[in-house]
DNA sequence: CTGAAAGCGCTAACAT
DNA sequence: ATGTTAGCGCTTTCAG
């Protein structure tokens, strides 16, 4: 592989001068630089990253923390956040790692191999971004809003999300509902949980401990929910499930033993997800803004590692009711 | 943030037997290498990547060319693939880059930020693999088998899988056969269609122009078809789909116009996404091994990184029929 | 505007 | 078994 000092003989200058070229220094004679680049492309030349992020102590890169690459939501996040990342010339660093101390971070920051973290990971009391804020490290939670918390975040809001869908479901005659949420340790689905709450109590609306089934984000627990709900008493007005998959595998379940959608019940997600759209399933949900939130948190990224030493930023935003045939009215 | 003099300090040693230490060198006494251990975790230390890197000139890292974040079954394959990463200690770097000719890959190699190249990238004709192979760098190319190309292949035999579904259904008696593919520049799709041909050729079974049409690897695809088959006259037996999620909009734009599945006509996919087996589908599909397609993948990369030069070598995966009912029978 | 010299943190020879 | 020395390829003073 060519060095620079191969560039420099060629070109017929110091090896610093080629370094200067490469980074674009103003103070060097055009025709200079001119012989430097033709050198440079005649042998192919890519400077050695290595050397580069040795001597710069900084790798040009970011790493993303990731422990839920099945989600469904999750490749729209990251083929956005490495658009944004290639649009500013970072190099990406995936981690697979459900541990929420997020070892693989540690160790990839303190090894010098990214100047940055992306935490997606979905598991609430994760230490991660704290420890590696806590060292100066630019951390960004993307779609998780963690309280006590000192790092910046970028997340829909999943709270007032659910509060909208049960006033939705309400204002809609809904009022007697069933829940079927993801699990507890997670922090969408409790968030989502919490506003939905939070409205049925300023209501006055009581659901039945048999009627709020937590569970796993995924088609089988909305599958066996439904199951339940068919033997704990008679249909409730509407369910909402706290990810749309869940009621993919709910509806599933409902149909299969007869229940008529929205007819029998009404049925509404969380999440927005592509599919939701879909003729078998049609299912109204609250779309969340995953590009939009994937590069909002790469720019917030790029600006601490850019030096930004201002206030820590919570970044909300809205997501938006989309209405289809699970909870068609008039 | 720590270095190994620091560690050698604390220690009372030099710097190269903190080295040694962390290289797990065994001509080390055991009492020193003890001092050392606790030294390092002390002060929390880790090696520097980079200058690690740049003295031994191996990275320890793998880049990953994916320019089809979106399609279904990705999401399967990046999930293996870092899982087999990390548990060779291997780092992982991706990129989203379309180019056929993988610039990012080349950057990335000539730059020293990985060992060794994952392919994932579904367009044929690129000449990334080829380009880098030329250089001595070990590349797998996963997920499809181009034509002379001279670098290991793991991938399902999309062509034995196009025949072996035409066999299928021309063995169940359904003749009359209409296809909905995938774009004619990506690589399974068109072997597939080989294969479905094939089969078609040795039987004498013919398929007219109108009802073999080719367009995205997507649902809407799928869903406009519909609506040409139903347009060109009658239903045939059999429509066979290059992949699970035209079929998924392909039964969609069916139903939608009265048309029965498997009643009216059968119905059949390709991939075998864990969807297709949901009620609203329930779709007859070849599974392919995508995880042991990943697994396989990066072990013959982690060979080849390791200075295997043996002879080029091509693992192809049979899929497995998953019969369900979109074409029951019987 | 350009070159000479130093050094980032590590590993690999070499010396003891 | 351990320490000393050198150098990977680059950027950054410092001279000129």
Redesign the interface.
Same mark, same amino acid.
């Given at each position: 592989?060519a060095t620079s000092r191969d560039v420099a003989r060629i070109a017929g200058v110091s090896q610093p001068t080629v370094s200067r070229v490469l980074n674009g220094n103003p103070r060097v004679a055009e025709e200079i630089r001119q012989r430097v680049v033709q050198a440079m492309d005649e042998l192919?030349y890519?400077?050695?990253?290595?050397?580069k992020?040795?001597r710069t102590a900084r790798?040009g890169?970011v790493g993303?923390v990731a422990s839920e690459?099945?989600n469904p939501y999750?490749?729209?996040l990251?083929?956005t956040l490495?658009?944004e990342a290639?649009a500013r010339d970072l $190099? &990406?660093?995936?981690?697979?790692d459900a541990d929420p101390a997020a070892p693989?971070a540690?160790?990839?920051v303190?090894? $010098? &191999?990214v100047d940055g973290v992306v935490f997606t990971a979905v598991l609430a009391g994760g230490q991660g971004p704290t420890l590696l804020a806590e060292h100066g490290v630019p951390v960004v939670v993307v779609n998780r809003a963690e309280a006590n918390c000192p790092v910046d975040h970028v997340t829909s809001d999943h709270e007032a999300t659910g509060y909208a869908s049960a006033a939705y479901l309400l204002d809609h005659g809904r009022s007697d509902l069933a829940v079927v949420a993801g699990p507890r340790d997670s922090l969408a689905s409790p968030a989502r949980e919490h506003g939905l709450r939070r409205c049925l109590d300023e209501r006055g609306v009581q659901v039945g401990e048999e009627r709020w089934l937590v569970g796993t984000t995924s088609?089988e627990h909305g599958l066996a929910a439904s199951e339940r709900l068919l033997r704990s008493g008679p249909m409730p007005g509407a369910v909402y499930c706290t990810a749309d998959v869940i009621a993919?595998?709910l509806?599933?379940g409902l149909?299969?033993n007869g229940v008529r959608i929205p007819e029998d019940v009404w049925v509404m997600g969380n999440d927005g997800l592509p599919m939701a759209a879909?003729?078998?399933?049609d299912l109204t949900t609250q779309r969340q803004p995953v590009e939009e939130m994937a590069q909002r948190g790469l720019e917030l990224l790029a600006q601490r590692m850019a030096g930004d030493a201002g206030a820590t930023r919570r970044v909300l935003l809205p997501t938006a009711l989309e209405v289809r045939g699970s909870t068609a009215h008039a």
């Open positions: 592989m192919g890519i400077p050695n990253t290595s050397a992020a040795m790798s890169a993303i690459i099945l999750f490749p729209r990251l083929d490495t658009r290639r $190099g &990406v660093v995936l981690w697979n693989m540690e160790a990839g303190k090894g $010098g &191999v088609y993919f595998g509806m599933s149909r299969r879909w003729d078998a399933f």
